[in-house]
């Protein structure tokens, strides 16, 4: 069976490699753009399914789909247009708890399956000079809410309840559990 990451995301990728089967990656080209008073929760669901049916495929093959966001006060903090906004969200997350939501959607064949999946983050607390230093580094603009928990922004990261892969970009067990739903056992030898 093809299996079909459909993501740009070298993490995502990192991720779904761990699992130790073959797959290949299709990089989706979508809007992901959230829609003015948009959900955060339904919102990675609604373009991790837009990202999941904007990629071909046979309909045998499973593609696997994902979307993360950050919410806090009920904003959705997507990836920082530039070094401004980043702190600014940075600003905004010092000493205190965070969602991130992950939406994970599949399809094989006319058949799909989606869910969401929340993590809480916590933040110690950050001075000027430490957003300043970690901004400097360049690896918050390409990250929603502006951080990378697997890079230098884990040293700001002082609690996690919930799935840590949810917070790199990809909860795997959601990623197992979706894929046997769809009747693909990704943990077998036989899928």
């Avoid at 997350?93 to 599949?106: I, K, N, P, Q, Y």
């Avoid at 390409?142 to 890079?151: C, S, V």
């Avoid at 884990?154 to 197992?176: D, T």
Wanted: avoid cysteine; proline fraction near 5%.
């Amino acid at each position: 069976m093809n299996v079909i990451l459909a993501s740009g995301s070298p993490r995502r990728h990192e991720l779904l490699g761990q699992l130790g089967f073959p797959f290949m990656i299709t990089a989706p080209d979508i809007d992901e753009t959230p829609r003015p008073g948009e959900n955060p929760v339904h919102y990675v669901r609604r373009v991790a399914l837009a990202k999941a049916l904007a990629v071909e495929a046979t309909d045998d093959a499973l593609v696997i789909a994902a979307d993360t966001t950050v919410e806090i006060d009920g904003e959705i903090l997507a990836k920082p247009y530039d070094a401004d906004e980043a702190t600014r969200m940075l600003a905004q997350l010092s000493g205190r708890t965070h969602r991130v939501h992950t939406g994970v959607a599949m399809r094989r064949g006319d058949d799909r399956a989606s869910e969401v999946v929340t993590s809480l983050v916590t933040f110690t607390t950050l001075t000027p000079e430490m957003i300043e230093w970690y901004v400097a580094t360049g690896e918050p603009i390409d990250k929603a809410g502006a951080y990378a928990i697997q890079g230098a922004g884990g040293a700001f990261v002082s609690r996690v309840a919930g799935s840590a892969s949810n917070v790199v970009g990809l909860p795997l067990h959601l990623v197992v559990a979706l894929a046997q739903r769809l009747g693909v056992g990704l943990l077998s030898s036989g899928r």
